[in-house]
């Protein structure tokens, strides 16, 4: 059968997730191991999320979930200003990011991004008989000028991660200003904005101004990060009316499960974990700031939850050298590291290995 697959399915290299700390633990013989790769809350979920998740396991798993998600999407609409109509659930925002492409792209049809970015564009694109477009990064940022250039007839969505996944870096309201006076009006801008609780950043552009301008946007947002849902795979969209109806044609009836929207809709609430989870990341990061300047790590200043950093020229050993010691970064390619900001004590321990790995 293998004859039948095309040679884009055939070139793509699977997303490579990691093992299960317990499955880790067990073949190094460690305990007490941490993992700091996937840009999770370390606090967890919300108290009222769980409590919410809790009240429906008695009630109705033996049903199917709604299959519009109704109440979710109608908070949504309400928190962003838009009607409900513009929003979309999927299955963790990665869904969306393959629903638009479902929806948009034909073969031969391209996207445009920049290099070093969330991988899971290239994929989809590709297993859709798409191509991708990458643009250089400029200092470790977007270079929107740049991806302004390379768009042509062809191209039907430019990505935005905002911030950027892996280096945390920002696109300002001016260059997205400036951005999206130059793009076309028939290309979906996609603004990726997963991290964008975390951000600190008064230059921060509103995405959501140009989608009530009626510009073909797309907002991307997740539960998966700061709201703490990861495991119950929750995201959503907010574009036109048009394009949002066009993509739940696509999209399967039941694509996100009871337990995920009710956690959902319950964490949208909690303003409180929220803040509480904003304090803990801002912590973290100017203490790690502190520790990688006086281990001479060279790092990049980050708007989300993760720090992209270098501390040698082969991040392939130092990742596994911390492994071994129960520390799971990610590694990025060549010299390049991720960590996940943790909790004081993790940030700690983790500060504690590089040190004995690095020698420092």
Do not use: C
């Amino acid at each position: 059968m293998l004859k039948f697959v095309s040679d884009s399915i055939k070139n793509l290299v699977p997303y490579q997730p990691g093992k299960p700390i317990e499955e880790l633990e067990r073949e190094l013989g460690i305990s007490g191991a941490i993992k700091l790769a996937s840009n999770e809350n370390p606090l967890g979920a919300s108290r009222k999320a769980v409590d919410a998740i809790k009240a429906l396991i008695d009630k109705k798993v033996h049903r199917y979930p709604d299959g519009g998600g109704f109440y979710l999407r109608r908070a949504l609409a309400e928190k962003w200003g838009v009607s409900q109509e513009s929003v979309i659930l999927g299955n963790g925002s990665n869904e969306i990011i393959e629903l638009l492409i479902r929806t948009l792209v034909s073969p031969g049809d391209n996207a445009v991004t920049s290099e070093n970015t969330f991988s899971v564009y290239r994929l989809i694109m590709t297993a859709a008989n798409g191509s991708i477009i990458t643009v250089p990064m400029k200092d470790e940022r977007f270079d929107l000028k740049a991806l302004a250039g390379k768009i042509n007839s062809r191209t039907r969505l430019v990505f935005i991660a905002n911030p950027n996944n892996p280096t945390g870096t920002m696109s300002t309201a001016q260059e997205v200003r400036d951005f999206m006076n130059e793009v076309p009006r028939d290309v979906m801008v996609v603004f990726d904005e997963a991290y964008a609780e975390y951000v600190t950043s008064d230059q921060y552009p509103d995405s959501l101004s140009y989608l009530k301008e009626g510009r073909n946007v797309t907002i991307l947002r997740t539960f998966s990060k700061i709201y703490g849902l990861a495991g119950l795979r929750i995201g959503y969209g907010l574009t036109t009316v048009e394009i949002a109806d066009m993509m739940n044609r696509v999209r399967q009836p039941f694509n996100t499960n009871a337990l995920a929207q009710a956690g959902a809709l319950a964490a949208l609430d909690d303003d409180a974990h929220v803040e509480e989870s904003r304090r803990i990341n801002r912590e973290g990061k100017e203490y790690l700031y502190k520790e990688f300047d006086s281990m001479g790590i060279n790092f990049i200043p980050t708007e989300a939850n993760f720090i992209y950093f270098r501390a040698g020229n082969d991040g392939g050993a130092i990742f596994n050298a911390m492994l071994k010691k129960g520390i799971i970064i990610r590694h990025m390619g060549g010299p390049n590291l991720r960590v996940t900001i943790g909790l004081p004590d993790e940030n700690r321990k983790f500060v504690d290995v590089l040190r004995k790995v690095l020698g420092k």
